[in-house]
């Protein structure tokens, strides 16, 4: 199978996360105006009925190219992650809907250099694709005593392209 990477946009990601990107008028002028503050961006859930918190932690990832060949998928049961681009550099968002308990139906979405994304607890969702060195995200995500992490090797890998 292959698909084609779409341009990231809230709508369209709406069913796995969010977008997080400073666009349109923000939300509060703060800090004497020098300051626009984009309120709120992410739904975070760290599953603080089992315990977990939120932590932020900095991954450092190969660069990939496409078309891109995604064999593996996976999900945080536990809790939300947010990825925050540390360098003005697009990356690919590969993500599919649950289909009873199993990845469903994959789709892909490039950022454009500007917007970090924040996938929802339970989402499936491929590894971290940077496209450009340096592959450097501050991450939020949920710090626990109990699994977050759920893996399935695809039996069909799919590519990716533009």
């Not at 009873?100 to 970090?116: E, H, S, V, W, Y």
Request: charged share 20%.
């Amino acid at each position: 199978m292959q698909i084609k990477a779409e341009p990231l946009t809230p709508e369209a990601f709406a069913p796995f996360g969010d977008v997080l990107e400073a666009s349109g008028a923000p939300d509060k002028i703060i800090n004497a105006g020098l300051c626009g503050r984009y309120h709120d961006r992410a739904q975070l859930d760290f599953g603080a009925e089992s315990g977990g918190r939120a932590g932020l932690s900095i991954f450092k990832a190969e660069p990939r190219t496409l078309p891109y060949l995604c064999d593996l998928l996976e999900r945080h049961p536990e809790g939300s992650q947010a990825f925050l681009p540390m360098s003005a550099d697009p990356f690919l968002v590969i993500v599919a809907p649950d289909a009873g308990g199993k990845p469903g139906t994959p789709r892909a979405f490039l950022t454009d250099g500007a917007q970090g994304i924040n996938l929802h607890r339970g989402t499936w969702h491929g590894v971290l694709t940077p496209l450009a060195a340096p592959g450097l995200f501050a991450v939020v995500d949920r710090i626990g005593e109990t699994a977050n992490l759920e893996e399935h090797p695809l039996d069909a890998p799919f590519t990716v392209t533009v």
